[in-house]
């Protein structure tokens, strides 16, 4: 089973760009699909971006878009998120999730798919 650890939030300003990172261990980050997602008080855990054990990225498909762009280093074995840009509206606790196994072809959109999250990292975009 995978252990995720999320780390690079903060207090940012609008404008700037910010590289998230989700370290792992228990597993390789490359046998595993995995995502970010991100999370407001009372709203559902939003999918942002990841990437399948096949190394296809997923990019949501809405105002985000070209903005976020989820990555793997497989020597590190971390999951990135760099995010460009930032604005107000995406400030936000950012999750990363592996898939509850390996080598299988879930869909990586879909929070059911995973079985290991994070902790979290927030992200706080100041105007």
């Known amino acids: 089973q995978m252990q995720l650890a999320e780390s690079g939030g903060g207090l940012v300003s609008a404008g700037v760009s910010l590289k998230l990172s989700c370290a792992a261990s228990?597993?390789?980050?490359?046998?595993?699909?995995m995502s970010w997602f991100r999370e407001v008080r009372g709203k559902e855990r939003e999918f942002v971006g990841g990437?399948?054990?096949?190394?296809?990225?997923?990019f949501y498909q809405g105002s985000i878009l070209g903005r976020f762009t989820p990555s793997k280093d497989v020597v590190k074995n971390i999951l990135y998120l760099d995010i460009d840009s930032l604005e107000p509206e995406d400030t936000a606790t950012y999750y990363c999730?592996?898939?509850?196994?390996?080598?299988?072809?879930?869909?990586?959109?879909?929070?059911?798919?995973?079985?290991?999250w994070g902790l979290g990292t927030q992200v706080i975009v100041s105007s």
């Open positions: 990437v399948s054990w096949r190394a296809v990225p997923s």
């Open positions: 999730a592996a898939t509850l196994r390996p080598y299988v072809d879930y869909d990586i959109k879909d929070r059911d798919s995973f079985g290991s």
């Open positions: 228990g597993g390789s980050v490359s046998s595993y699909g």
